[in-house]
Each structure stands twice: as structure tokens, then as C-alpha cells.
Nanobody, 120 residues
Framework: QVQLEESGGGLVQPGGSLNLSCVGS???????MGWHRQAPGKERELVAD???????KYADSVKGRFTISRDNAKNTVYLQMNSLQPEDTAVYYC???????????????WGQGTQVTVSS
């Protein structure tokens, strides 16, 4: 299976932006890709996913602020995060999942995560 490596996290003030990247060790074109996050004391939750046909889905909490995209030629999926708020603070994980007829289902294939902290 493809190995995943996230980058781009950090500390940002409320209202700021970050762009996360997830690079695969091989081709990601057959995978439904997703970004998930886990805040302290909370369960991991879906942030956004993108299927093999570039159809995107977002959690209600990030709609209009976050954008997921993929570049199969670079084996990379991105998460552009704008208007960040303290409640967006979490470890963000990339997942290479399954595309079942256009519906993305996460697999056990996770990256190591990247910390995003939104604080003044």
C-alpha cells in the first residue's frame, strides 16, 4: 500500500490560513483520498474527501473555508484551510481510502499526522 506523509501544519492566528500537503510514496490515482482530524479528547472526524473523479465532500463545520484538491501526477492531495478558528485545532491526518462507486470510505492507511494549532 502507498505510504503517506503529511506536511504544512503549524501555529496560526485566528483568521489565518494554512495549506496542508499529503504525499504518497506511489500513485494515489486509484484511491479515494481524505483529510481527517482529531482534537484532544475527541474522536477522529472527517474534514473532507475527494474521490477518483475529483468530486469533493466536506464536513459542515469547514464548508466555505477549506478546499481539498488532488494532483495525481505529483501523488499529492492538498487541504487549503482559510479563516481558521481555534476549534480547528487538531492533528490532521491523510487517508488513502476506497472509492466505492464515487463514495469514499477510509481505510486503515493513515499518515503520521500534522499538528494544526489556531491561537492568538
Amino acid at each position: 500500500q502507498v505510504q503517506l506523509e503529511e506536511s504544512g501544519g503549524g501555529l496560526v492566528q485566528p483568521g489565518g490560513s494554512l495549506n496542508l500537503s499529503c504525499v504518497g510514496s506511489g500513485s494515489i490515482k486509484i484511491y479515494g483520498m481524505g483529510w481527517h482530524r482529531q482534537a484532544p479528547g475527541k474522536e477522529r472526524e472527517l474534514v473532507a474527501d475527494i474521490n477518483t473523479m475529483n468530486i469533493k465532500k466536506y464536513a459542515d463545520s469547514v464548508k466555505g473555508r477549506f478546499t481539498i484538491s488532488r494532483d495525481n501526477a505529483k501523488n499529492t492531495v492538498y487541504l487549503q484551510m482559510n479563516s481558521l478558528q481555534p476549534e480547528d485545532t487538531a492533528v490532521y491526518y491523510c487517508n488513502a481510502g476506497y472509492d466505492y462507486g464515487g463514495v469514499v470510505r477510509p481505510s486503515s492507511n493513515w499518515g503520521q499526522g500534522t499538528q494544526v494549532t489556531v491561537s492568538s
